[in-house]
């Protein structure tokens, strides 16, 4: 209790009030900061939403056709290749298994890219973020003085 901060007030009210007054205004403006922080990221979401559908559809239409359409394809490729070059069927098996599979890599490799460049939007969020801080920062600074 000794060492406990003590307001003084010399009598006025109006510097209590005016302290009230301040915190009143400052808790006012980082509610409507949070509101506005909470639009903009909600936005972002949208655009982002918006951004990725291409990714999203391409890699829910990849995963059935390398199913189903490269299974047919590559059995006939792959007899194909044992019958022109006398392969044995196990080999040009193998062959065909190993190209479809680095095919795949490459399509997985382009999906992932217009998925991760859709992530974008949200560094306007974070921007605007760290500058809500800093202004809280400073504005909490000036007034301890």
Known sequence: MARQATLKNNGSPASINGVIDGIGELGNNVFTLA???ARLAAIDLREMAERSMPAVVSVALLIPLAFAGFVALLFGLAYWLSA????????SLAIVGA??????ALLAFYAWKRFSASLVTFRRSREELDRNIAWLGTIVKQSGR
């Open 35 to 37: 509101t506005l922080q």
């Open 84 to 91: 022109a070059f006398q392969l044995p069927l196990s080999a």
């Open 99 to 104: 190209v479809s599979l680095v095919l795949t």
